[in-house]
């Protein structure tokens, strides 16, 4: 396995597992300026399309032995809130993988997407057509945290072989990373906590987590996951989302986590490129998948397949 193509590449995780696994990534899609544009700087030997992929012409992208798509999770993930006429959309861009898959009959597949995916009313219709196509699925819930990433983060994944049979991929278990190692305490924008017109649920989310871990931890600012203790500095922090979520919290004072911790705890390297949009760059790795889980992925269909 050596080239791949990236549907819905976005920030560029799953290129950027790609690169680390020493597979080339040929040819990146995606409907977003912003995101291309950036995945563009990141990684400036693939080719670029800025589309909406339903429209693609898969004769036009080059041939390759892995397609790798992460479709929009908007309309899949229970954190999107009311149901809008969007979500039907987003649903509905899982079945470009399968026109490509149909055009070109990759060797492997690999997609990635929120567990829900799989609760998705036409995700067994989806299956069989890549089925009928040839391929046998095997798909996992894996968590990025088991493959190092300082952040609990659960995905589907769904292996594409052309075997006759599904393969077999031992989940990944790399000691968990403390987001404490990608934390920066002389960067950022503090304030004292107990300022004026602070909430009183934020109040009695630090008192919880002074009680429970002391001086320093991270908590979500917005949201209710992780309770009102929030999280020891020692553990994976919690699922980043698309916008800025979780707060640090040193003695008296707290600030939200910089785009920079974000990256870090997404598994991205320090030094790759981000929009300069505070909001653009949480919104896209909010929806990234973390390079780590990707090369782990992509080994593992290197190795068992």
């Keep these: ?26 040819w990146a899609g995606n409907h ?50 009311k149901e809008q006429p969007h979500h039907d959309a987003a649903r509905s861009t899982a079945w470009a993988v399968v026109s490509a898959a149909e055009c070109h009959r990759p060797p492997f597949l690999l997609v990635e997407n929120v567990p829900a995916f799989a609760n998705w009313q036409l995700y067994g219709a989806w299956c069989a057509a890549l089925i009928t196509l040839g391929y046998a699925l095997s798909p996992v819930v894996w968590d990025a945290a088991d493959c190092g990433v300082p952040q609990h983060r659960k995905r589907i994944l ?7 049979h599904p393969i077999e991929l031992p989940t ?67 699922t980043i989302t698309t916008r800025a979520r979780w707060a640090l919290v040193d003695g008296h004072r707290m600030r939200m986590l910089t785009s920079g911790e974000n990256c870090a705890a997404m598994g991205f390297s320090r030094s790759y490129q981000l929009p300069e949009s505070q909001a653009k760059a949480l919104f896209m790795l909010g929806n990234a998948n973390p390079p780590p889980l990707a090369e782990y992925a992509i080994n593992a269909i290197r190795r068992h397949a």
């Design 1 to 26: 396995m050596r080239t791949a193509i990236d549907l819905f590449a976005g920030l560029g995780g799953n290129t950027e597992g790609a690169r680390r696994a020493a597979v080339r990534v040929l």
């Design 32 to 81: 977003s300026r912003t995101a291309v544009d950036t995945h563009a700087a990141n990684h400036p030997g693939a080719m670029h399309v800025c589309q909406d992929l339903h429209q693609a012409d898969w004769t036009q992208v080059p041939a390759h032995d892995l397609l790798i798509a992460s479709p929009a999770c908007t309309g899949h993930t229970p954190a999107r809130g």
């Design 158 to 164: 769904i292996f594409g072989t052309r075997t006759k």
């Design 172 to 238: 990944p278990a790399a000691p968990h990373r403390a987001i404490r190692d990608v934390l920066d305490f002389a960067a950022g924008s503090w304030s004292v906590i107990d300022r004026p017109g602070r909430s009183a649920r934020t109040l009695a989310r630090v008192r919880a987590g002074r009680r429970q871990y002391g001086d320093r931890f991270v908590m979500p600012y917005y949201g209710s996951g992780s309770g009102l203790t929030g999280r020891s500095l020692d553990r994976p922090i919690g």
